[in-house]
């Protein structure tokens, strides 16, 4: 299994993020074409060679014209649909602006959909987050895993005024993540979309043992004496018994409803799963004096239980939350697109523990293949599962 290992030893941001990509392998002229993707040709990439104490780094930029004063989390949604991402980058970027306009709603007593955003909200923010989850993808990383983040010292001038290091919607978002504060004369090390992409991406630390591929340098914007102001990324092959040491140990969060509409119980799920959590799933129940109802079991990471708990309390009619501590194993899984009539279809590659592979072609394209061809999405489906086989190499092989 492909993994990517997150190596912070001065932060992370996420212009550091996607220069570390481009060391490990992104291609350049992806990254240049970016900006068109999510509707906003007018900016421009400038990528240089530079280095950090004698490191040699990618430095990523971005030229942007005047913008809107920041964004509200439902114009971000909305670029990000019309990327023409893979399913699972739009999964997890709308996850990434997600945690962070909570975490900013937690601390300024607000909701996530009245925050304006400011710095998350600007474009170079917008670039970096989607840029490093679907940047990732293509580089065929199943998993990423994330070392101690030094989060620097001192203060920091946001629009909210002066405030310490790490800022708080910063430090709230690196709740149950592995934290050292300095080295001294610092100031911040770690930006609010650099902790943002940490919490939506990481599975944990990272692995006693792994076989090193390639890796490579992002270089931050500041420079300091003596000292590489970098993020390393390390691309990784973990073996099975290796990645048996991957199970995770999460949060299964329930409760039971008998007097709620089943649309707005659903649209309380659907909330839930744009918000990061693992799985959701209803299932029908039977409850006291023969009522139907419906049992709402959510899994989580265990930092995120509390939010998710307070969530079911609020956004649904149930009055209690069940929570027990589970243990999941997750088949690697990387994503591939074929070519269907003319048209892409993004496919869902998971490894099989006998050596196999089983391949599923995202719904979405399937319809919007069969759409504008006029087949039936079965014909669109088992095209595209045929195209997904033919990228597999033989068993055996």
Known sequence: ?????????????????????LAVGLEPEWLRALPAKLGLSDVTVEINRVKRADLACFKVDFGIPPQPHGRHIHAIQKLVANSGAPERVRTLADAAFLAIATAEAEIHGTTPEKVHLHEVGAVDAILDVVGAIWGLEILGVSEVRCGVLRTGDGTVRAAHGLLPVPAPATLKLLEGHKVSPGPEGAGELVTPTGAALVRVLSAGPPPSVYTPVRSGFGAGTKEFVGRANALRIILADVDDAVSREGREELALLACDVDDMSPEYLAAVADRARADGALDVVLLPTMMKKGRA?????????????D?????????????????????????????????????SVG??????????????????????????????????????LGAAERLQPARGS
């Open 1 to 21: 299994m492909r993994i990517a290992i997150l190596d912070p030893f001065s932060g992370i941001a996420g212009d550091m993020t996607l220069g570390a990509l």
């Open 347 to 384: 496919v869902k590659i998971v490894d099989l523990p006998d050596g196999g592979t089983r391949a599923k072609p995202e719904f979405d394209d399937v319809q919007r293949a069969a759409l504008a061809t006029g087949r039936r999405p079965a014909d669109i489906y088992q095209l595209a």
């Open 293 to 305: 109802g419906t049992r709402f079991e959510l899994l989580c990471k265990p930092v995120d239980a």
């Open 307 to 343: 939010r998710f708990e307070r969530l079911l309390l609020t956004e649904t009619t149930s009055i209690g939350v069940r929570r027990s501590n589970v243990s999941r194993v997750a088949l690697p899984r990387r994503a591939a697109t074929v070519d269907v009539l003319g048209h």
